[in-house]
C-alpha cells in the first residue's frame, strides 16, 4: 500500500513509492517536465545516500537537458483540444460513446494529484532495464493498435461480426497478425477512437521511442 507523507500545497498527496510494482511503470505513467524534473534532482542530491545515487542523479539530469527539446516537442503534439465541427457532432459523441466490446480483463491505475517524495530519478536508478522492458511492451502494443486503425474498417467489421470478445482477438490475430496483448488492446477502444486514434499513436509511440533512447544513456 501507497503510503501518505504529507500533502502539498494544491491539496494532493505526496508519497513514498517502496516498490514498484511490476504493473505500474513510473516512466509511462509519471512521466513529468524536464523543468520539475530537474528542479526535484536538485533537492535529491542534497539528500543523496551514496556516491552511487548522487552520480546516477547527475547524469540523469545532464542526459534530460539533451532530451529536452525532444521531450517538448512530443508533449505539445499530445496536448491538443478536442474540438467538434458542430453542436450536433459534439452531443452526437457525448450521448453515446460506444464501447465496441468490453474486455473484462481491463486494468487501470487511477493516481490523482499526487507527488512523489523523490524525483522520478530517485526510483528509477535500480529499475532502468525494467522501465526499459515496459517501454518497448507499451510500443509493440500501440503500434498493433495502430495498424489496426490504418484500416479501420477492416478493424471495426471484424469486432462486430464476432461471437464474443475472445473470438474478436483471435480473427484481429489471425486478420492483422497481432499478438493477443495487440488484439486485447484493439477490443478495448470506441468506435469513436479507432476512429481518430491514428495521429495520436504515432505521437505516442514517438514519446515512448525518446523515453527508450533516454533511459538506455542512464546504462
Not at 452526437?92 to 466490446?101: A, K, L, P
Not at 480483463?105 to 490523482?112: A, D, G, P, Q, S
Amino acid at each position: 500500500m501507497i503510503s501518505i507523507l504529507d500533502f502539498n500545497d494544491n491539496g494532493g498527496a505526496i508519497i513514498e513509492i517502496p516498490q514498484i510494482d511490476n504493473d505500474y511503470s513510473l516512466v509511462i505513467n509519471h512521466w513529468k517536465s524536464t523543468e520539475i524534473q530537474l528542479q526535484e534532482i536538485e533537492k535529491d542530491l542534497q539528500q543523496s545516500d551514496s556516491e552511487q545515487r548522487t552520480s546516477f542523479l547527475k547524469k540523469y539530469a545532464e542526459e534530460l537537458r539533451k532530451f529536452e527539446k525532444e521531450f517538448q516537442e512530443s508533449d505539445l503534439e499530445n496536448e491538443k483540444i478536442e474540438e467538434y465541427e458542430s453542436e450536433e457532432e459534439k452531443q452526437f459523441y457525448e450521448e453515446d460513446e460506444e464501447q465496441v466490446i468490453h474486455c473484462e480483463e481491463r486494468v487501470f491505475l487511477h493516481i490523482y494529484n499526487f507527488d512523489l517524495k523523490h524525483s522520478l530519478a530517485w526510483y528509477l536508478m535500480n529499475c532502468v532495464n525494467s522501465e526499459i522492458d515496459k517501454i518497448e511492451q507499451k510500443t509493440e502494443i500501440q503500434k498493433g493498435v495502430l495498424k489496426a486503425c490504418e484500416s479501420i474498417d477492416e478493424a471495426i467489421s471484424i469486432i462486430r461480426g464476432a461471437e464474443s470478445g475472445y473470438y474478436a482477438v483471435l480473427d484481429l490475430m489471425k486478420h492483422f497478425s497481432l499478438s493477443k496483448l495487440q488484439a486485447k488492446a484493439v477490443i478495448n477502444l470506441s468506435v469513436r477512437d479507432i476512429s481518430e486514434k491514428e495521429n495520436q499513436l504515432k505521437n505516442e509511440i514517438k514519446f515512448l521511442q525518446s523515453q527508450k533512447s533516454f533511459l538506455e544513456k542512464l546504462k
